[in-house]
Nanobody, 123 residues
Framework: QVQLSESGGGSVQAGGSLRLSCKLYGYPYTSYCMAWFRQVPGKEREGVAT???????SYADSVKGRFTISEDNAKNTMYLLMNSLKPEDTARYFCASVVGERCPPDWDTYNYWGQGTQVTVSS
């Protein structure tokens, strides 16, 4: 059974950093996309960063230059390093995955999700 489990969220002041982790369990696929999304209550889920199966990455304009997505395949873990955090980064962050070489932009095409981890940035 495939499971994704996030950790690393918390509260931080503006300008601070956090590193989120997403551990994959029971993942049988060798070619897949990994992504981070975030959501604020009452708003649409927003793509933050993606990592294609070839290792290429992409970022939302709002986090470009501040966030870094990476993977440790030996540990079956994906990370999101978030630097220079802003109050507008406050959200629940989810890791997600879908089989395939390229990451689709739409969150509803991802079929594996973690439970989410809350990030709160105070001014």
């Amino acid at each position: 059974q495939v499971q994704l489990s996030e950790s690393g969220g918390g509260s931080v002041q503006a300008g601070g950093s956090l590193r989120l982790s997403c551990k994959l369990y029971g993942y049988p696929y060798t070619s897949y996309c990994m992504a981070w999304f975030r959501q604020v209550p009452g708003k649409e889920r927003e793509g933050v960063a993606t990592a294609n199966s070839d290792g290429s990455t992409s970022y939302a304009d709002s986090v470009k230059g501040r966030f870094t997505i990476s993977e440790d395949n030996a540990k079956n873990t994906m990370y999101l390093l978030m630097n220079s955090l802003k109050p507008e980064d406050t959200a629940r962050y989810f890791c997600a995955s879908v089989v395939g070489e390229r990451c689709p932009p739409d969150w509803d095409t991802y079929n594996y999700w973690g439970q989410g981890t809350q990030v709160t940035v105070s001014s």
